[in-house]
């Protein structure tokens, strides 16, 4: 990952009434990190390699993300 506080991210759809789908991210902070400054510093980070639509509009600061038994990333369920 590009950023040395963020531990493990994973980016999904999220259900919005208004357009569809909403681009939403979980984030795996390291231990004692503001999130807040944290949340900043990905935004901005994403702004600078993303295109605007591809920019979550959705952060959420989690313990840990899932995965399944070969040890990726589970799709099935956004935690929330």
Known sequence: LA?????Q???????????GQLV??????????DTAALK????????Q???RYQIPARLQFVDKIDSNAAGKISR?????
């Open 3 to 7: 950023l040395p506080d963020v531990m």
């Open 9 to 19: 991210a994973r980016v999904y759809g999220h259900s919005s009434s208004v357009i």
């Open 24 to 33: 939403a991210a979980q984030i795996v902070a390291a231990q004692g990190v």
């Open 40 to 47: 900043k510093q990905v935004l901005k980070h994403c702004m």
């Open 49 to 51: 390699r993303l295109q």
């Open 76 to 80: 099935s369920d956004a935690n929330e």
